[in-house]
């Protein structure tokens, strides 16, 4: 058994350490020394914290403000003594000017005949507010804000803390003292909350840190704030009265320190047109961008509420309780064109109308749900790309839903295969660092391939940000072979990847290198490295660290794309010539092995992509492979054993990660850590959201991988990311074993589709989507964008659920009633895998292909119709895997390797489940 080092430290060992600060001091757009806050503790302090604080308490919150600011110094649950959702522990040090906390208010403003805007800021220069006396017992405090705002500008701005029936309420009233009409064309109201991570230990973070995402969905917008552990309370921030959720905007002037370990905050937006006539003018927002005129005199009030939910599951009904409106997309919000979607919505009054923009690209038509409280809506896409439904209720209320239409996934997969294996792939002859043949990464504005870069991995092809690319392509074979593209990659894995990526110096040939490409002038003629990059940094790196092998995230890759070759070659009739089975399968073996061997340090950690390692186990089982299984097994047991010891065992060269729960929770589950398979969904389910909104749903928190892989390199959060992928496996792994649980499949699913809502029309899959609205576009580079197909070619799948308040449900299918059946098309783009969550039947095929299943919910009936055979396929095998208490279901056909052979025909197969 390894000697494992424990996680609890959130300052990484080794290269850890010296990866974590070089990109901080690189990639960052701070220029701050090694210790930022020290440079921020410098700062004079405005808050005139020394006045003392004053608290207020509800039934549900302790509320606490700066006596002098009257901006939150905490925001408690009732429930816990020691849990601050605010960053109180940062109080004092983030107490200068133009740092901004709860309470404060952002304006732009124009006067009449003015053009303008002028910004306002409570932050930029603190003075003690003048506290309005009242006698109002639901009002906790009351300021007028003039000290701390310029003398010139023509509003009055007062705020007030109220008591809302437990709730806690923030108001501000904005009144014209001008002679002039005032348009307002900017209002953001800062949500300050305590996602600082910096010097946190894993304990300590996740029971003291939380993270926050928004639903940007007009008047039924809010903002969720989720622990990292991912248990309850949840804060809910919702509008209180006529205050949309208009936008989401990064406060990129407030000098606390961004890097790694903190993303940033934002600020709720309630109207935004002075930024998207500036700052945002070449993005298309999430909302039209609206202002407000106020007449001299006029006064306008804006703000939000904060209420609590028990859990994150609970969110929707703790919405619904307090007469918010709540959407319910199924199968989620990326919608393939040939699939046919549903939309519930659930609010005190009637739907009055419905817009869609672009006019067209969604088709809206009423239908039933199985509880009448939901109005219901069947939702069929024709235009591909971002789509927004626009509902307004009776009452005046507007809600916003942001769809993306993608191709059929089918066709959307062919595209990327072909895109990579044609656009992007690299086939220099003479490349002096031996990277042909081989999908390289792409830079999609200038079309063309990256083949060098100063971050060496990018043009390297190991790592995240230089292998995504031609894992890509070999994991697209795993969901849709082709002849063509498998010759070339067969090459690939033969020659550039087992000769030069894989093939490290030493006496160990399963080593993976950190990059093939390298910076090393003084050993290549000259004009080898391009003048027009930096290559004075920490990621140029020498062709001595190139070489190093002790990265164990590298090794997923590799043995990855030789598993994908064993199961073509062992499925599949002549589609992989060059080797047989086994030599791909023990290469596979070897480098999973390898991994322990060659870096033991970072396996410790749950790795992006480790399902392989669990898959790969499963075939050599299947084998009877046996020696080799068990020794593979017991490595990773060792793994297990030691996550097992851990209150929350997410490690991660990075201070904390997103990544590691996956392989993780798949470990644990198998060894029977069912504890601590547990805690790793509520931590995933705590940064992982369902919302309506395609950019966020589904999409588990990343905001430092932009610099790695990235071609626009900030701190952001990105949208789908790789983390949606990948921890869409566990969820929905553990769907399948609480089928009575949507929350998880919609979670689950959001974050499967969310992997493949980037790509192209013509292909081209991105590292990520840019959430900022100065930009909401996809990255310019392909870079790490592979391990997210990874997770979408493991676990894409179909599932047949039937809710008690929503009724039947297909996610990744077309469901329709035919007599006693239920009958589902299959139009995943693998249509290899269906779950009957009713049954809890899991129905998986290493080859062929489910064209329809069709199930009886009376009698148990299940009825498998499968795709006619090809030249590279005339044989099926199916897996059953089923619930121990359940019916068993089986076939009288012959078995291999535990499979049952179906005989594929000219036209389709129909099997009965026995």
């Known amino acids: 058994m390894h000697n494992f080092t424990s996680q609890h430290s959130f300052i990484c060992k080794r290269a850890c350490v010296l990866l974590s600060v070089a990109l901080l001091l690189s990639f960052s757009n701070q220029s701050h020394a090694q210790d930022p806050w020290k440079n921020l503790e410098k700062r004079p302090s405005t808050l005139n914290l020394e006045k003392g604080l004053l608290t207020f308490n509800t039934p549900k919150f302790r509320l606490k403000l700066a006596k002098a600011s009257q901006t939150v110094a905490a925001l408690e649950p009732i429930s816990e003594k020691d849990f601050d959702y605010t960053p109180s522990g940062r109080l004092k040090q983030r107490s200068s000017n133009g740092m901004y906390h709860l309470g404060d208010i952002n304006l732009r403003l124009k006067a009449e005949g003015e053009t303008v805007w002028t910004r306002y800021s409570t932050a930029a220069n603190r003075a003690d507010v003048l506290s309005i006396q009242n006698k109002d017992p639901k009002i906790f405090a009351a300021a007028d804000l003039s000290p701390t705002l310029p003398k010139n500008i023509p509003l009055n701005v007062k705020r007030f803390w109220e008591n809302e029936n437990g709730n806690i309420a923030l108001k501000f009233v904005l009144t014209n003292t001008a002679k002039r009409n005032v348009e307002i064309g900017a209002l953001g109201m800062p949500m300050i909350f305590n996602n600082i991570l910096q010097g946190e230990e894993l304990e300590q973070a996740h029971a003291k840190n939380v993270f926050y995402d928004p639903y940007i969905g007009n008047d039924a917008g809010y903002l969720q704030v989720t622990r990292l552990s991912g248990n309850g309370p949840v804060l809910l921030v919702t509008p209180l009265g006529k205050s949309p959720f208009e936008a989401y905007n990064p406060l990129l002037d407030d000098p606390t320190p961004k890097g790694i370990d903190f993303e940033g905050f934002h600020e709720w937006m309630v109207f935004s047109k002075a930024y998207a006539e500036n700052e945002w003018k070449a993005a298309e927002q999430w909302n039209n961008p609206t202002s407000v005129i106020l007449k001299p005199g006029q006064s306008r009030e804006y703000g939000v509420q904060f209420t609590l939910s028990p859990s994150i599951k609970a969110i929707e009904q703790t919405l619904a309780a307090n007469k918010r409106p709540v959407a319910v997309g199924i199968p989620g919000y990326v919608l393939p064109q040939n699939t046919e979607a549903k939309l519930f919505l659930n609010y005190v009054k009637k739907v009055k109308s419905m817009q869609v923009e672009p006019a067209g690209a969604l088709i809206v038509t ?82 063309q391939q990256v083949a060098q870069d100063s971050r060496v991995w990018i043009a390297g092809l190991s790592d995240e940000g230089g292998a995504g690319s031609w894992l890509g392509a070999m994991m697209k074979q795993l969901v849709q072979p082709d002849k063509t593209e498998i010759d070339k990659l067969q090459e690939f894995v033969n020659k550039t990847l087992f000769g030069n990526i894989q093939h490290a110096n030493g006496p160990q040939k399963y080593g993976v290198k950190k990059s093939v490409f390298y910076y090393q002038p003084d050993s290549l003629p000259k004009g080898t490295y391009s003048d027009s990059l930096n290559w004075k940094t920490w990621a140029a790196w020498s062709h001595k660290d190139a070489n190093d092998v002790g990265r164990s995230y590298n090794y997923p890759h590799v043995t990855a794309a030789h598993w994908v070759m064993y199961r073509l070659a062992r499925n599949h009739t002549n589609l992989v010539t060059q080797q047989n089975w086994q030599w791909y399968l023990n290469n596979s073996y070897e480098t999973a092995m390898s991994m322990v061997k060659q870096a033991p340090y970072y396996a410790q950690f749950g790795q992006m992509e480790g399902t392989v390692f669990y898959l790969l186990l499963m075939d050599l089982k299947a084998e009877n492979w046996n020696d080799k299984a068990a020794l593979l097994e017991k490595e990773m047991r060792a793994r297990a054993d030691h996550w097992h010891t851990l209150k929350y065992p997410f490690g991660s060269e990075m201070p904390w990660d997103s990544t590691g729960q996956e392989e993780v929770y798949l470990w644990s589950q198998y060894f029977g850590f069912d504890d601590k398979a547990q805690v790793t969904i509520n931590a995933i389910l705590g940064y992982m959201p369902t919302v309506p909104h395609w950019g966020y749903n589904g999409s588990a928190r990343r905001y430092w991988d932009f610099l790695y892989g990235g071609k626009l390199s900030r701190i952001e959060r990105q949208l789908h990311h790789y983390g949606s992928g990948l921890n869409a496996i566990p969820v929905l792994s553990d769907y399948r074993k609480h089928p009575d649980d949507l929350y998880l499949l919609r979670v689950g699913y959001g974050g499967q589709m969310g992997s493949v809502s980037n790509i192209t029309q013509d292909g081209f899959g991105p590292a990520a989507f840019h959430s900022y609205p100065s930009t909401l576009k996809i990255d310019g580079l392909s870079g790490d964008y592979g391990p997210n197909f990874f997770g979408y070619a493991v676990n894409s799948a179909t599932y047949i659920a039937n809710d008690k308040n929503l009724g039947w449900l297909a996610f990744g299918g077309n469901l329709k009633r035919e007599g006693g059946m239920i009958v589902t098309e299959i139009t995943t783009a693998s249509a290899q895998r269906v779950f009957i969550a009713p049954l809890k039947l899991w129905l998986t095929l290493d080859a062929g292909t489910f064209k329809t299943v069709s199930f009886n919910p009376a009698t148990g009936k299940v009825l498998l119709t499968l795709n006619a055979a090809d030249a590279y396929t005339p044989k099926a095998y199916l897996r059953i895997q089923q619930d121990a208490k359940g019916k068993r279901y089986k076939l009288n056909n012959a078995t291999e390797r535990g499979a049952y052979v179906i005989p594929l025909k000219e036209t389709v197969t129909t099997v009965s489940l026995l």
């Open 366 to 447: 009423p239908t039933t749900a199985a509880n009448a409280a939901y109005q219901a809506y069947l939702i069929s896409s024709k235009q591909w790309g971002r789509a927004r439904l626009t509902v307004t209720y009776a009452d005046g209320l507007s809600q916003t839903i942001n769809y993306k239409v993608i191709k059929p996934e089918a066709e959307l997969v062919k595209d990327y295969g072909h895109f990579l294996t044609t656009k992007q792939w690299f086939d220099k002859k003479d490349d002096p660092f031996g990277r042909a043949p081989s999908a390289i990464t792409y830079d999609y504005d200038k079309k």
